[in-house]
């Protein structure tokens, strides 16, 4: 097990023994224990009781769990809480805005056991009434458990992508294939998939390769169709394999891979429209007259009337990349040191790092008290010395307050490279008071960058309501650049709003908000939603090389 997946498994413990009216002593020393275990970087996986027992903030009851869990994924007393509540009132854990203490209240005194009764129980009312809850907390509820369902059975690309890639390396080697390619959403890069989805031209029996799969994989309901194999796998992930001759791989990839509207598009051009045995997607889009179209456009928007034009720009690559913009250290919440994070940002290949810590507000995170900010300045300027002509700007995530001001005065923002200003708190908040939130701080002339500009957490946690097209054409009168948030749960800004930042002369920059050095390779799915808004390099902030970067930082700096 992984270190997250441990402290994962000690926070449930500790959220199972508070709903069990267990030991508070107890409960506080497992959650922190799990808070810890989360921040450190050696892995536990394989360590003795008594090398655990070393470890600060561990003790010597934590190790022996801890020893458990790296070796038979649980242990004893987890399971024998698990054993003592429903798997429906588990679930509960899964909504916003409920803790142990109110689920235990939900389930003792209410009776429900489920997350649908409990909805039900909202929308008769019922829990405004109870001790404790009131209408605020019921409606809060209510739209938490309205996004579970909304969003059940999709998952995040990140999630996927490794699973469906090896999948084609398990079906290339099969006998009966000729050719093999992710398709469908996957393979449109979109940010959250519901089915993994292959295209694969055999020459054998269909059947032939259904056995393979059920042998080889063994998923759940196998099924065989006119020209799909479609299973389970990883008990809820759903599968689907379109099958076809060699001579009809390319027109059953191209047609599997497109929207529905993408392909509506290209039949409004030419009636007679065809893909049948095209030699490759190419060929398919000069029949109609149109350049190639990248899988990440096919969505059915406006690529087709751009390609006619022949307006469609040449996509994002992540090797244009020039610098890492929006990271975080041990000086705030990030688990490695300053120093760390530099020299395996020069060893990627980079220019350039801005770093980007937390500020004062974010107490939760560590932020940088005016103090800090001079000693972490003093060891950026020795960094730089040291690894010239590799250079770390002096940047902050500096925290949106409730009125939209910054977060320093304006003596202290001045001693920053760049700014990247964020909203971390008071998430609930109508689109009214957003907008005049972000837009204060969009028109602060030492806000560089808008951080990932609704908050969201994608399947998880709804962004606070903006209207896009006023915050870009904020951004837009400000020359303030908008971050492409590279996190696989975030992906905020949305890829359908680019397109109209890029019109509107906007600026992108597509930031990791990395934690820790591994952080740095989530860039790769910020270049796959850029590519799918119609990204080019020309727009990308972090794609200038450094003397350009470093002209620009100082060109938007308040004289």
């Not at 972000?438 to 908050?455: D, F, M, Q």
């Not at 020359?479 to 590279?486: F, L, P, Q, R, S």
């Given at each position: 097990m992984t270190n997250e997946q441990i402290a994962e498994k000690l926070k449930w413990y500790a959220d199972l023994s508070e709903l069990h009216n267990g030991n508070p002593f107890k409960i506080k020393s497992y959650a922190a224990a799990s808070f810890r275990i989360d921040k450190l970087l050696e892995p536990l996986a394989g360590k003795s009781i008594a090398e655990l027992e070393q470890i600060e903030g561990v003790g010597k009851s934590v190790a022996a769990k801890v020893f458990q869990l790296s070796t038979t994924g649980t242990f004893d007393e987890l399971q024998q809480l698990e054993q003592d509540t429903p798997l429906g009132v588990q679930q509960l854990f899964a909504v916003k805005g409920i803790g142990p203490k109110k689920i235990a209240y939900i389930w003792q005194q209410l009776g429900i056991e489920s997350i649908g009764e409990l909805l039900y129980a909202c929308n008769e009312n019922r829990l405004a009434q109870a001790k404790g809850f009131g209408l605020k907390t019921q409606e809060s509820v209510k739209k938490s458990i309205e996004f579970i369902f909304a969003n059940t059975h999709k998952f995040h690309y990140a999630k996927i992508e490794e699973l469906a890639n090896q999948l084609v390396d398990a079906l290339n080697e099969f006998d009966g294939t000729t050719n093999i390619s992710l398709t469908g959403a996957i393979r449109r890069k979109c940010e959250v998939i519901e089915t993994i989805e292959i295209c694969v031209a055999i020459y054998g029996d269909e059947n032939e390769l259904a056995q393979y799969i059920d042998e080889r994989l063994s998923p759940e309901q196998l099924q065989v169709n006119t020209s799909t194999i479609t299973f389970v796998i990883n008990q809820s992930i759903p599968c689907s394999i379109y099958f076809c001759s060699d001579d009809d791989f390319f027109s059953t990839l191209f047609e599997t891979t497109a929207t529905a509207a993408h392909l509506q598009l290209l039949k409004a051009l030419k009636p007679d429209f065809t893909t049948a045995e095209a030699t490759s997607e190419e060929v398919i889009y000069t029949s109609v007259n149109l350049p190639y179209i990248a899988p990440e456009l096919r969505e059915g928007l406006h690529e087709v009337s751009l390609a006619r034009q022949n307006k469609l720009p040449k996509l994002i690559e992540i090797t244009d990349l020039k610098g890492i913009l929006h990271n975080h250290s041990t000086y705030s919440d990030g688990l490695n040191t300053l120093a760390e994070m530099a020299n395996y940002c020069k060893e990627l290949g980079y220019e350039y790092l801005g770093i980007c810590d937390h500020s004062k507000a974010a107490q939760y995170a560590g932020g940088l008290k005016e103090e800090e900010i001079i000693k972490q300045h003093e060891e950026i300027e020795l960094l730089n010395k040291k690894l010239a002509p590799f250079f770390v700007f002096k940047g902050i995530e500096c925290d949106i307050l409730g009125d939209g001001s910054l977060d320093y005065s304006n003596d202290v923002l001045a001693s920053f490279d760049f700014i990247v200003a964020s909203v971390h708190s008071n998430l609930k908040m109508t689109e009214e008071k957003a907008m005049?939130?972000?837009?204060?701080?969009?028109?602060?002339?030492?806000?560089?960058?808008?951080?990932?500009?609704?908050?969201?957490?994608?399947?998880?946690?709804?962004?606070?309501?903006?209207?896009?097209?006023?915050?870009?054409?904020?951004?837009?009168?400000?020359?303030?650049?908008?971050?492409?948030?590279?996190?696989?749960?975030?992906?905020?800004?949305?890829?359908?709003?680019?397109?109209?930042?890029?019109?509107?002369?906007?600026?992108?920059?597509?930031n990791p908000d990395a934690h820790h050095t591994q952080g740095y390779h989530n860039m790769y799915y910020g270049v796959c939603v850029a590519r799918k808004g119609g990204l080019y390099k020309e727009m990308c902030l972090n794609a200038m090389s450094f003397s350009e970067i470093n002209a620009y930082f100082l060109h938007k700096k308040p004289k």
């Open positions: 005049s939130r972000l837009i204060k701080a969009i028109e602060n002339p030492y806000t560089t960058l808008l951080g990932h500009p609704t908050g969201r957490l994608l399947l998880m946690r709804e962004g606070y309501p903006i209207d896009h097209h006023k915050i870009i054409d904020a951004c837009a009168a400000n020359e303030v650049v908008i971050e492409i948030n590279a996190h696989p749960y975030r992906l905020d800004l949305d890829w359908r709003y680019i397109d109209y930042a890029l019109n509107k002369g906007v600026k992108l920059s597509i």
